[in-house]
């Protein structure tokens, strides 16, 4: 983190004992030792640790064991290790250190800095290989190896000679970052302490039109990942789980072909092979049924059972065909409920020898909550079956191969303005062979290719580019599809002895960046292409829509490391976009978190280049949001653009209520006051399936039979159906002069030029009533607005808005309860 970041030199230093700097340094050393290590206790996981001494007969922590800097390669939890660190001082004036990433030592790491706490992009490489990336510089040599005892552990590194003005530095950076983690870790628990005997607030709002100003009218947008079975089992409403028989241990070890299928009854054999002129190559695998007896049943129980509802009819389809010499016949497609009892009845013939699309529609008699899918072949035979499918003729705007109804319409109750597709770390995937490709996810069901999901599971792709751009069309959100920058995920697991070719830092080959440059320039065509000309965009003609998509926006990359070899890669894909494709807005990526040397390296990077605007993600403290409401107004307005694309509030345990989304609310206020730096905000994740949940808290949870909306969804969805395209300065004054008082009272003032109508947001995070007095310009007697209000305690997950109506004047009142989100629309004219 750089100076500039920090709050200030001076706010810093008021965090020390109650001493003046003079006095403090005044009879200090010019020079001391210091000793530089990595815990071996938690494998460095912790970072490199420093310790200072006059004398080096005894030492003392340095920021009381403070981590200046961490490895960041691999996986989080399992590596991100810095073994035996050797921190060394250049001719050049600059700290260097490097370490091993393993106990091998083979693999190393580099990352340089001037003053020990704003470290420079990380390097990776192989000792002694041919390849090697060595770091340029030339080591002063004063360093040399020791143990020492810090804090009553014998520690290995080196110690070498410092300043006692580095040493401070380094002391009074600690001691500013553990205030500031101090105050980040705040949380509403401790209020009755922290506000004990505070009563009611008055503020006033003064709003100034006349200062008015435009902000983006796509400020919040929705993150789609298939996360916590957010596609397939979730919004892709295909109701047979592998249907495509293509499960396997590469998705979850004790995963096979045959998962989730089952035979019942002696008369018969079931097995899944990828034998010869399979459906097609994407999709090798199918099942055969051997039967030599009629009566075998072979079973689907989908995705935790299947719900089906009384009245409603349902879609079949299978791919069947016969061995060559062998016979077929007749099939019964039975619903079954959780007893067993039959609910709908159809039947296919399978006699072809060829592979022959069935189709058939059932109609179901009663609801079911855990039913199954059934097939019984009637003569013996031998059967050959793929794409085994069932879908409601119940989807999202009705379409085939569509999306859950219920679950799709609570997205678009968000009404966002905008979709990222894939992801995530779905997108670059975990290894560069499983990097999302999007040209997998189009053409006919039996054609996509299926994609082992990074969390754990399986990718039928059902749900694909096609289906995105749909979904986006049918809600009028626009689609912001994001595509790997030639590297897979940063959190990829690591290849030992293969670090340059393989693994996080790999990157596809340059000798096949070109015609993965190609693959992204097709995704455009796809989407906005003339079906006459170019063969993608024939291709979405042919899927059912001719007309293009209207594609305006592209991500490359997601929270990538921002080294070398990324930026090699997105440097060419983005100059190939910007050259074919000028109309379309590239969004860059500044790294997984909101500082360090990724974010700083990222920034740099794309304001060098002039990318447009940049994915910024971060999940935080509630404190965290609350203590840094200012941290858009810092942005330098002549570099890119910001899109939020991640974010969240997270507590200990991870739950969504009140508190969450409150200290979000509050947060929104401040990006709609930056409306014109921040272009779109998305939190994430979006979905999460009961019992599959790998990542809390999520928006939106379900299980196949209910959805159910979060207290942060409500939080977006206030915001997402009461934005605005002009932002109205307000001045807030309170009679409290407490700074931790004020800055839990937000508001903002938006005007939406579509309806005319003004929207004051106001947000409460106090356990005390607000006194609200609000100030509009002229012109606003007598109007009746409608009053939008989500309360209750910090803990609570089901809190839902209320509405009602207020009588407004160019100066009203409206009391803010305790721990609320109040949004007051204004109906100033009729929709343009």
């Not at 500013?176 to 922290?194: F, I, L, P, S």
């Not at 890669?569 to 990526?589: L, N």
């Not at 508001?747 to 005390?768: A, E, H, W």
């Amino acid at each position: 983190m750089k100076w500039k970041h920090w709050v200030a030199l001076g706010a810093a230093l008021c965090f020390l004992p109650d001493m003046s700097y003079a006095q403090d340094v005044a009879n200090r050393l010019d020079s001391v030792y210091i000793f530089s290590y990595a815990t071996a206790s938690d494998a460095g996981r912790s970072g490199l640790k420093l310790a200072w001494s006059r004398d080096t007969e005894r030492w003392y922590s340095v920021g009381d064991g403070y981590g200046y800097v961490k490895s960041d390669y691999g996986a989080w939890g399992s590596e991100k290790r810095m073994i035996r660190p050797h921190l060394m001082r250049g001719t050049d004036g600059k700290w260097h250190c490097v370490w091993q990433l393993n106990e091998e030592g083979k693999e190393l790491a580099h990352a340089a800095s001037a003053d020990l706490t704003d470290w420079k992009r990380q390097t990776y490489f192989l000792k002694g290989n041919e390849r090697q990336i060595k770091p340029e510089f030339t080591p002063a040599g004063h360093e040399q190896p020791a143990s020492v005892w810090v804090e009553g552990t014998l520690q290995q590194g080196y110690v070498q000679k410092a300043a006692w003005t580095e040493v401070d530095h380094l002391i009074r950076f600690a001691s500013y970052r553990a205030n500031k983690a101090r105050m980040e870790g705040e949380q509403t628990v401790q209020d009755a302490e922290r506000f004990a005997g505070l009563k009611e607030v008055n503020l006033q709002v003064d709003v100034h039109p006349d200062k008015a100003r435009p902000i983006s009218d796509k400020l919040i947008g929705v993150f789609f990942e298939d996360i916590n079975y957010g596609a397939d089992g979730g919004l892709y409403a295909e109701l047979i789980q592998n249907r495509d028989f293509e499960y396997s241990s590469a998705d979850r070890k004790e995963w096979n072909g045959a998962y989730a299928w089952t035979l019942e009854g002696d008369g018969g054999k079931f097995t899944v092979e990828a034998g010869t002129e399979p459906i097609h190559a994407n999709n090798p695998h199918y099942a055969i049924l051997d039967i030599h007896q009629p009566g075998v049943m072979l079973k689907n129980t989908g995705y935790d059972g299947i719900v089906l509802k009384k009245g409603e009819k349902y879609d079949f389809s299978l791919f069947g065909r016969i061995p060559a010499g062998k016979k077929g016949g007749k099939i019964h497609v039975l619903l079954l409920d959780k007893d067993g009892k039959e609910v709908a009845r159809t039947s296919v013939k399978i006699t072809s020898a060829n592979w022959k699309k069935q189709q058939a529609v059932l109609k179901v008699n009663a609801d079911v909550n855990a039913g199954s899918l059934a097939l019984i072949p009637q003569q013996a035979g031998t059967y050959e079956l793929d794409m085994i499918s069932l879908f409601p003729q119940h989807t999202f705007h009705g379409h085939t191969n569509g999306l859950r109804a219920d679950l799709a319409q609570a997205i678009a109750d968000l009404h966002p303005r905008f979709v990222r597709f894939p992801g995530g770390c779905v997108a670059h995937g975990n290894g560069i062979a499983n990097i999302y490709d999007w040209k997998g996810s189009i053409g006919p069901l039996e054609a996509r290719k299926p994609l082992r999901n990074l969390w754990g599971y399986h990718q039928t792709r059902g749900l694909g580019y096609f289906e995105y751009f749909q979904f986006c069309e049918d809600m009028g959100a626009e689609p912001v599809p994001v595509v790997a920058a030639g590297v897979p995920c940063q959190n990829s697991a690591c290849i030992p002895g293969k670090l340059l070719s393989g693994g996080q830092q790999g990157g596809i080959p340059m000798e096949e960046m070109d015609a993965y440059v190609q693959d992204i320039l097709d995704l455009i065509e796809y989407a906005n292409g003339d079906p006459q000309t170019n063969k993608w965009a024939k291709m979405r003609a042919e899927a059912g829509h001719p007309e293009p998509f209207n594609l305006k926006y592209i991500g490359i990359g997601n929270e990538d490391l921002i080294t070398d070899i990324f930026e090699e890669r997105f440097t060419m894909i983005y100059e190939a976009v910007k050259k074919q494709y000028p109309e379309v807005t590239v969004i860059g990526t500044v790294g997984p978190f909101y500082e360090g040397s990724d974010y700083e390296e990222g920034w740099e990077l794309a304001t060098r280049l002039n990318v447009p605007m940049v994915d910024e993600h971060y999940y935080n403290t509630p404190g965290w949001f609350i203590n840094n409401q200012d941290f858009y107004d810092r942005y330098d307005r002549s570099k890119p653009k910001v899109y939020l694309g991640e974010y969240a509030a997270h507590l200990l345990g991870r739950p969504n209520n009140i508190e969450t989304a409150l200290a979000e609310a509050l947060y929104l206020t401040s990006v709609e006051r930056n409306g014109d730096v921040v272009q779109m905000s998305s939190y994430a994740p979006l979905l999460a399936k009961e019992g599959h949940t790998q990542w809390n808290p999520d928006l939106i949870y379900f299980n196949n039979q209910e959805v159910k909306p979060t207290v942060g969804y409500y939080t977006q969805l206030l915001y997402g159906q009461h934005t605005g395209d002009s932002y109205l300065p307000s001045e807030n004054r309170t009679d409290n002069p407490r700074a931790d008082v004020n800055k839990r009272i937000a508001s903002s003032v938006v005007r939406d030029s579509r309806t005319g109508d003004i929207i004051v947001k106001l947000v409460n995070l106090l356990p005390v009533t607000v006194n609200t007095q609000v100030n509009l310009p002229a012109g606003i007697d007598g109007k009746t607005a409608t009053l939008y209000m989500l309360s209750g305690k910090p803990d609570d997950k089901q809190a839902k808005p209320t509405e009602s109506t207020l009588e407004v004047n160019n100066a009203f009142a409206y009391q803010m309860p305790a721990y609320s989100l109040n949004v007051i629309r204004i109906p100033m004219g009729t929709e343009k």
